[in-house]
């Protein structure tokens, strides 16, 4: 019973080689399947990382030169609107001296009411000037007519009579 049971103590150290090394061969080959997973994918990995460190690397270099360029422009922009400002002062004491200046012109424009109605009196008075004109001009005229008839009525005897006067 030595023997079977050498036999089957050699039996079992090699079939557990056989396993050992099938497990061995079965590792390598699972490893050169990781491996062929696992390096590529790490090298992408590494890479994409190094990628987005870059872009971040940018986007911090954008941003300072963004924030430099917008503080210059804020210091320009906060200094026109302090000239907008002062300009709105002097625009608002501008109307405000038009303002004063239209009242002005307002009271004016209400005392000379009185002298428009005067004017418009002073214009029927002219009207009757110019209608008492006319009639003098027809009055005038007619009284030259007249005259003219007396010439011819009276002149005509008297050159007869003048022609015996002496003087």
Do not use: C
């Not at 270099?61 to 917008?70: A, E, L, R, T, Y």
């Not at 026109?80 to 038009?98: H, K, L, V």
């Amino acid at each position: 019973m030595n023997e079977g049971a050498l036999q089957e103590e050699k039996i079992e150290p090699a079939s557990n080689r056989e396993d050992i090394t099938r497990l061995s061969e079965v590792v390598k080959t699972s490893a050169r399947r990781w491996e062929l997973i696992i390096y590529p994918s790490l090298f992408a990995f590494v890479l994409l990382a190094a990628y987005g460190f870059f872009l971040i690397y940018r986007l911090a270099g954008d941003m300072h030169q963004m924030v430099n360029s917008v503080d210059t422009h804020m210091s320009q922009m906060s200094s026109n609107m302090q000239s907008i400002s002062e300009d709105m002062g002097t625009m608002a004491a501008n109307i405000r001296t038009m303002t004063v200046s239209l009242d002005s012109i307002e009271h004016k424009v209400g005392a000379l009411q009185p002298i428009l109605a005067s004017m418009e009196s002073m214009e029927a008075s002219m009207k009757s000037m110019s209608s008492s004109t006319r009639a003098m001009t027809v009055a005038t005229r007619n009284m030259q007519v007249d005259m003219s008839r007396l010439n011819n009525n009276v002149g005509r005897p008297m050159s007869f009579m003048n022609t015996f006067m002496p003087w």
